[in-house]
């Protein structure tokens, strides 16, 4: 070994979600001293059997990053994706051997997976490793936990108030939320009416491949040829400049707008009034600190209401770093529930987008072409489709692992396994998220395009969302009957005769068998 590698003082990993120059983890950087380690790895990318969106994604961010460093002058060792089979940690053991680091450094991952992988890999090597607090988030885990611990439930809406006061964000000076209340969620409810969204309503930019993309985009197409999606419309910002453009440009735009119409989902409109800043904040190319400022910034310059600014800040304040708390505070345990153990194989279909319903259709192809669905199509179609068919949750969270361009496990776990399947016993929701077609209907024009008929739960037009909500209430109704919210849903399914309920318990068995509606009846 040369002496210039024997010289080498800290290794400071940054992986593929960690792309911030403030990083924590460069703040002592010594050009002279120390190297930044950051690779491609084929492992990560069949971990799940991701999209071909989600890997370019992070492989451009990467790449782009690496520039950005070297723009720096820091000195970085970057291993491009190779036809090797191997993984993220094969690929640091070869470099902890070569080089011999006195320590590695690291950003705590996103991924508990990751962080025990690496925690082996350093100890194989007999290499220190540091990992340090990832202060691009606003609370940290050991906080949340303090604060979760003890409590019989843990809810959004308590952690959110301190979280606002903690911060002081959207507080007046005497100490109470801006407005007089915690939420405007009454008046984020809003749906399009016949007519759609307004026809002038703004489009969101699109990042126009440069050189980088290009080659990555090609390379994914040819080395990932097997893995589903397409790249024929990559349009993610993956450099902080251009992550900041998109920041602005939804802030003036589509804020506004952002409260009205959160839930609210349209035939052939992807974004409608959403941020689609997740990727950039997951990858760390923004940061929440100073989305959440451009956010009240407007409200302070009369260019955005407060239910707006107020929803879009409880997503980022509130949500976001209360999945993250969760999510540390339960791992790895929590990626073993299943309370209503659910068994069933995901339907082949929400890999090819081929069915014949209409809200799964749209929020399938659009998962696939784009790497993104919004909230509500995650939660009240895809989500809950698989709830309903009592899909088991582990093969739920490999799909949303897989598919989204801004999937990581902190965020993406809770959300999936948490809030969408009501596996983790109501740690995040005190209720499941069930609906019957019908909430779609009121949501959307999905249905108005869809051959089935969402107030029908049997009959050939049978909705099979309808149907397997009755199902599922009337299979779950003694594990539901002590949760208080439940009451009403529960008292419904009692007015159903038995005549009915066999009625809808065999159509249900046929939702089941072909799951898509694209089998024929034989
Ligand atoms: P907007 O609607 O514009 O919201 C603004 C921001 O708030 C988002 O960018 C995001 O950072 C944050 N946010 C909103 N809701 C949540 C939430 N429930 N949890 C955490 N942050 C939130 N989000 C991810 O970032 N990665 C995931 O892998 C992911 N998987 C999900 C899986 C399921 C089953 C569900 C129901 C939700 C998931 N979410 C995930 C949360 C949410 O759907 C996305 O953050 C949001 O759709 C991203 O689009 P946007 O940037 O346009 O969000
Ligand atoms: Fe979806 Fe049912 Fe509406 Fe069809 S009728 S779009 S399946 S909710």
């Keep these: 070994m040369s002496s210039a590698r024997k010289k080498l003082r800290h290794l ?7 792309l911030d120059l403030s990083a924590s983890t460069l703040a002592e950087f010594d050009k002279e001293r120390d190297l ?60 902890l051997e070569d080089l011999q680091p006195e320590k590695v450094i690291c950003t705590l991952p996103g991924e508990w997976r990751v962080l025990e992988e690496l925690r082996q890999a350093c100890k194989e090597a007999s290499c220190p490793l540091e990992v340090r607090e990832d202060s691009h988030f606003m609370d940290v885990p050991e906080a949340f936990r303090d604060w979760a611990e003890g409590r019989k439930a843990i809810r959004l809406e308590y952690y959110y108030r301190e979280m606002r006061k903690r911060h002081q964000i959207l507080m007046t000076e005497d100490g109470k939320p801006e407005g007089g209340e915690w939420n405007f969620d009454k008046e984020n409810r809003g749906s399009f009416g016949k007519d759609g969204p307004a026809k002038d309503k703004p489009v969101p930019p699109s990042f126009a491949a440069d050189a980088i993309t290009r080659e990555v985009v090609r390379l994914v197409n040819e080395r990932f040829s097997d893995h589903p999606g397409s790249l024929d419309d990559f349009r993610w910002p993956v450099t902080r400049e251009d992550a900041l453009t998109a920041l602005e440009d939804f ?29 950039a904040l997951n990858a760390k190319l923004l940061n929440p600190r100073e989305v959440i400022k451009a956010a009240t910034d407007a409200y302070q310059a009369g260019g955005a209401p407060l239910n707006a600014v107020e929803g879009f800040v409880r997503q980022i304040l509130g949500w976001r770093e209360y999945v993250r708390g969760v999510y540390w505070w339960k791992m790895p345990g929590y990626l073993e529930l299943n309370a209503l153990q659910a068994e069933a194989r995901l339907p082949e279909f929400y890999w090819t987008g081929e069915t014949r319903y209409r809200c799964l259709s749209e929020s399938l192809q659009q998962t696939l072409e784009h790497g993104y669905a919004h909230h509500i199509q995650r939660l009240m179609v895809t989500g809950l489709y698989g709830l309903l068919l009592g899909i088991d949750p582990v093969e739920m969270h490999k799909w949303y692992l897989a598919v989204y361009v801004d999937a990581v496990e902190w965020v993406e776990l809770p959300n999936t396994l948490g809030m969408s399947q009501f596996a983790d016993e109501g740690i995040m929701a005190s209720k499941p998220y069930v609906a019957s077609g019908k909430y779609i209907q009121r949501m959307s024009n999905y249905c108005s395009g869809c051959p089935a008929n969402p107030a029908k739960a049997t009959g050939e037009d049978a909705c099979p969302f309808t149907t397997l909500y009755w199902d599922f209430l009337y299979r779950h109704r003694e594990d539901l009957s002590s949760n208080r919210r439940m009451q009403m849903q529960l008292r419904n399914l009692e007015r159903k005769s038995e005549d009915e309920m066999a009625a809808i318990r065999e159509a249900a068995k046929l939702a089941w068998a072909n799951p898509s509606g694209m089998e024929v009846p034989a």
């Design 12 to 18: 400071v990993v940054v992986l593929g979600d960690q």
């Design 36 to 95: 930044i380690w950051m690779a491609e790895a084929a492992g990560e990318a069949g971990h799940v059997w991701s999209t071909r969106m989600r890997i370019a994604y992070f492989f451009s961010a990467m790449r782009h990053f690496r520039e950005a460093l070297k723009a720096e002058g820091l000195p970085v060792h970057y291993h491009e994706i190779d036809d090797s089979e191997r993984g993220l940690m094969d690929l640091l053991q070869d470099t």
């Design 251 to 279: 802030v003036k735009n589509r804020l506004p707008e952002f409260g009205l119409y959160q839930d609210a989902m349209w035939t052939g409109e992807p974004w409608l009034y959403h941020s689609l800043l997740s990727p």
